[in-house]
Structures are given as structure tokens and as C-alpha cells.
């Protein structure tokens, strides 16, 4: 007996000690004071860069007055919870009076307030009061057409000879060879001219019908426009998001990014510039890339989305190879101009929620969002991305709806929405994807976000570090690092869903050892190689300076 005790504690001795001898030492780099780090960089000219957008649809966001509609008295009223998470700026989706054939791009008028959603005072108290917490405002900027009941188009349908008569596109037969295009997709019909039968003329339309293109060859448009962003400007909004901003002009020869659409951006951006730190990201309409849309990286804009990736993350993956997930990062890095900033999606109110684009399955969207908030560029997250929200299934006006359900804040009766009946049904499963209940998960995917995004906060290094993407001697092991002057990161992720790995990485040269900051995994210098080892579908973060 006795010495059966001796053998087993001689045993366990002996596999620590050999344990010890393979362990890393473990390392622990002196902190800096994150929160004033985070002060600096939310500060100044590059704030963007550092900040960590969201993205809000009012309408299903929080609903103050019982109504079923979201408002801006809501918003408002969850400006806390949306620091609590870690949000540095919204994006408010049009907030405009609108008859709602295309959800409120339709703009009725540019210069007031939905009535669902309050009143221009509202607007104002909601800016002051995120700008009192340090959130910024961005809002949408939907320049290429206007609603058919805008007082413009209103005026523009009248005659052939009214002052406005040239705002539209206004043709005797549908169709002109000298606008070479047809409209976006289907969800939008196919045709592309109405006729009116006041004036007795087709408009040219590429989106819904009730979405009238606006003539930017008529220089009282462009003028007029450039006043509508003025209005906002001098109203305190921290700048736009900028409407499929590349159609605006057409020609025979194509109607995307066309040079006179070029140029009328770099007349908005000279206007922006005007004003201190603001900022505008473009609706890129270009899939295989945004770097067209930085102009010379000073004169167009600040920010694009990179849809290469976030649109299209499902497809990569959904297979188990680490370069199709650095394939669009590896694009932008060669392609951007200097001082470009992507910003990087994983869904918005066009596409299927991350829920669905991830086939449901968890450590997808978790790893799409990992890739997101770690990659450089600025993540915009989408409401209620960060509690994975589903799918719902009623539509009010496309199928796009799927992704704009109410956001769900509680158990309670109307999930804290509303406390009266919802504009919409809520998505599946409401009692597994509210914020009550996955605050109090720490393996929720709420608890997920929260944690990248503190650990994040105030580390330069993802807002403006150096990328380089590494090759493991595992073609399922995705590593990178982010540095700045004084500070480099390594990222692990792993693709394969059922099994760990342990691969090295040849030539990683770091300039020490690994302390995880994030998730599971280990990470190990051997002399000028890493070894890594990650869990089955893992993300971590070490520090190695
Ligand atoms: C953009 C918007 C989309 C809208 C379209 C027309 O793509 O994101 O929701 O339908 O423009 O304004
Ligand atoms: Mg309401």
C-alpha cells in the first residue's frame, strides 16, 4: 500500500516535471491604461479607425411608446446597453419620412423625421446624449433616387416644363441606349422604367418603382443633394453611410462608378472635410473588392464595405481551408491605397442573418465574427448579430425581412421591445436569443462579443496595426498577427470543426512568447518557428510583445 502511494506520487511527479519541461514559460506583458489608450484612439482625426460601428434599424430596435414600432425615444433609452457591449458609433438605417416600399430608402423627405420614429427634436437629443457617452452618429445618405412622393418628384411628374421636369429621367419610350443598365436584382423586378401617366413619359427607376433615380446630369440635383448632406452636417451627425453611392450617373458604357460619379464624391467628401472629424463609408456595389472607392486614399472615402468577405464568409467557412478565409484581407492589403479602412460586415439588413448564413452552425458565426473584429478594417456589427439572432419568417415588404425582426432584450412579455403588438414577428427561438438570458451565459454568444470587444478596446493594433497572414504547415490552421509600434498579436483560428490541431508555422519570428488573451489554444516559440495548437473550430488571441 505504502509504496503503491510512493510509485503513483513518484508517477505524477515525474509527468509534472516533464510537463513543466515542455510548457511554455508563462508570460505576462505589462498592461498599459486601456481605458485612456481607447480615449486616444476614439479621439481625432482617425477615430474610425478605431471604433466599433453598429448598425441599427429604429424601426426594430427599441419602441418607447408602445406603438410596435421602434423609435428614437427607444434608441435613446438603450444608448447604455450599447456601451455596455462596446459600441463606439451607430449607423442609423433612414430615419426620413417615408411611404416604405423599400423600407425607408424611399426618402419622402430628406430633411425631417419619420413620425413613427419621432420629431428632428428627438434627433437632436438623441445625438447630444450618445455624444455625451462618446458615441458617435453616422446616418444614411440615399442619394441615387428619392420616393415617388417626394415633393420633388411630385413636381418633376406635373409637366414636361416645370422647373424640376429634368431632376428624374424622364424618357417618351421605356428604355435609352445611353443608360446602360438594367436594375440591381430581383428583389427589385426587373423593369426599369414606369410610365406616368400624368406626364405621359417612363422614369427611369433601379430599384422599386416607387424609388424614382434622380438626374445628377442636372447640376440643380447635385446641388441639391450636396444641401441635404450640409443639412445633416450642420446638424451634428458624424457622417454617412453612403447608399450604393456608385450608381448615381449612368452612361452607355456601364452605370457603375462611372468617372462623373467619381467626381461628384470627391465633391462630397470636400464638403465633409469642411467640418472636423467627420467621416463617410460607402455601400461598395463592388463584390471582388472596395479599393476604387478611396479614390487616391484622401479624396474619396474614409471607409468601404469589404463585402469580398462580408457577404460571402459562409462559403470558406463552410470548408476547412484557412486561405479562403484570408483570400479577401490578402486582396485589400495589395489592392487598397494607403490609409484605406475596410469596413468589415457579417451581415446587414440586406442579406440572411449571420444565423443563417452560418447554417446554423454556432462556431461559424462566431469565428466569421472573430475574423471580423480582428481583421484590419472597422467591424460594423448589425443588431442583434451580437445575440445571433434568427431568422423570422412574416413579410411586410420583401424577404430581406427575415433579418429585420425586433431586438430582444428581456424574458419579459414582448421581449422588451414593446409592450404592444410588434410591427413584425419576432425570429425564432426569442427565449434563447435575448439579452437577459445570454448576459447571465458566459458561453452565450453575447458573452462572446462582449469579451472580444473589451479585450480589443484600446489595443491600436486592430484599428491600424500591420497585417501579416501566415501559412501553418496545417492548411486548416489560420494564423495572422496585427502589430503596432509596440505591441503585436497573434490570431489563431481553427477551421476544422471536429478535431484540434497542432501545426507550425515556419518563419513567424515573433519577438516572444505567447500570453492568451482570448479563447483556447497554446502558442509556443521554437526558435524561429510557433507551434500553435487550437481547439476544433477555436479562436484565440495571444500577445507575444
Ligand atoms: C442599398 C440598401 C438597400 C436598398 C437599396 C436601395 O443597397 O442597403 O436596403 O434597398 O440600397 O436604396
Ligand atoms: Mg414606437
Not at 405621359?200 to 441639391?224: C, I, S, T
Not at 462559403?315 to 483570400?327: H, M
Not at 469596413?343 to 446554423?360: K, M, P, Q, T, Y
Not at 481583421?375 to 448579430?385: C, H, L, S, V
Request: proline residues 5%.
Amino acid at each position: 500500500m505504502r509504496l503503491l502511494a510512493g510509485t503513483l506520487a513518484l508517477i505524477l511527479l515525474c509527468s509534472c516535471s516533464s510537463d513543466a519541461a515542455d510548457a511554455p514559460p508563462p508570460v505576462t506583458y505589462a498592461e498599459k491604461d486601456r481605458p485612456a489608450e481607447a480615449k486616444r484612439l476614439l479621439t481625432g482625426r482617425d477615430w474610425y479607425r478605431h471604433a466599433v460601428f453598429y448598425e441599427v434599424n429604429i424601426r426594430s430596435f427599441q419602441d418607447a411608446d408602445g406603438d410596435g414600432i421602434g423609435d428614437l425615444k427607444g434608441l435613446i433609452s438603450r444608448l447604455d446597453d450599447l456601451q455596455a457591449l462596446g459600441v463606439d458609433a451607430l449607423w442609423l438605417m433612414p430615419m426620413y419620412p417615408t411611404p416604405f416600399v423599400d423600407s425607408g430608402y424611399d426618402i419622402a423627405d430628406y430633411r425631417d423625421i419619420n413620425r413613427d420614429y419621432g420629431a428632428l427634436a428627438d434627433f437632436d437629443e438623441l445625438l447630444s446624449k450618445a455624444h455625451a457617452r462618446g458615441i458617435r452618429v453616422m446616418v444614411d445618405l440615399v442619394l441615387n433616387h428619392t420616393s415617388d412622393q417626394h415633393a420633388w418628384f411630385t413636381e418633376s411628374r406635373s409637366s414636361k416644363t416645370n422647373p424640376k421636369a429634368d431632376w428624374y429621367i424622364w424618357r417618351d419610350t421605356p428604355g435609352d441606349p445611353n443608360i446602360g443598365c438594367g436594375t440591381v436584382n430581383d428583389t427589385f423586378g426587373k423593369d426599369a422604367w414606369k410610365l406616368d401617366p400624368t406626364r405621359n413619359q417612363y422614369y427611369f427607376h433601379r430599384f422599386y418603382a416607387g424609388q424614382p433615380d434622380l438626374n445628377y446630369r442636372n447640376p440643380e440635383v447635385v446641388q441639391a443633394t450636396l444641401d441635404v448632406a450640409k443639412f445633416w452636417l450642420d446638424r451634428g451627425v458624424d457622417g454617412f453611410r453612403c447608399d450604393v453611392i456608385a450608381l448615381l450617373y449612368e452612361s452607355k458604357d456601364g452605370c457603375d462608378f462611372i468617372p462623373e460619379t467619381q467626381e461628384y464624391i470627391r465633391k462630397l467628401r470636400a464638403l465633409l472635410d469642411g467640418y472636423p472629424d467627420r467621416v463617410m463609408v460607402a455601400e461598395s456595389t463592388d463584390y471582388s473588392g472596395s479599393s476604387a472607392y478611396y479614390g487616391t486614399g484622401k479624396d474619396m472615402f474614409h471607409m468601404a464595405f469589404n463585402f469580398q468577405y462580408g457577404y460571402l464568409w459562409g462559403l470558406p467557412f463552410a470548408g476547412n481551408a484557412a486561405k479562403n478565409v484570408a483570400r479577401p484581407f490578402e486582396d485589400s492589403a495589395k489592392k487598397n491605397p494607403e490609409g484605406a479602412q475596410d469596413g468589415l460586415v457579417i451581415g446587414s439588413h440586406d442579406v440572411n442573418r449571420a444565423f443563417v448564413a452560418a447554417r446554423e452552425i454556432e462556431s461559424r458565426w462566431l469565428r466569421a465574427a472573430f475574423v471580423q473584429l480582428t481583421m484590419p478594417g472597422t467591424p460594423y456589427i448589425y443588431y442583434g448579430e451580437e445575440l445571433a439572432l434568427r431568422p423570422g419568417t412574416q413579410v411586410v415588404v420583401d424577404g430581406r425581412d427575415s433579418a429585420r425582426t425586433p431586438m430582444l432584450w428581456s424574458k419579459a412579455a414582448g421581449f422588451g421591445f414593446t409592450t404592444g403588438k410588434p410591427w413584425i414577428a419576432f425570429g425564432a427561438e426569442p427565449e434563447k436569443t435575448n439579452l437577459e438570458v445570454e448576459k447571465a451565459d458566459p458561453k452565450s454568444t453575447y458573452s462572446f462579443y462582449r469579451k472580444l470587444l473589451s479585450v480589443r478596446r484600446g489595443r491600436e493594433a486592430f484599428g491600424g496595426g500591420a497585417l501579416q497572414i501566415l501559412a501553418a504547415d496545417d492548411p486548416t490552421v489560420l494564423f495572422y498577427t496585427r502589430a503596432s509600434s509596440d505591441e503585436t498579436y497573434v490570431m489563431v483560428v481553427g477551421m476544422d470543426e471536429d478535431d484540434g490541431h497542432t501545426a507550425t508555422v515556419a518563419g513567424a519570428n515573433l519577438p516572444g512568447d505567447g500570453q492568451l488573451l482570448f479563447g483556447e489554444g497554446a502558442l509556443v516559440r521554437e526558435g524561429s518557428a510557433a507551434k500553435v495548437t487550437i481547439p476544433a473550430a477555436g479562436t484565440a488571441i495571444f500577445r507575444v510583445r
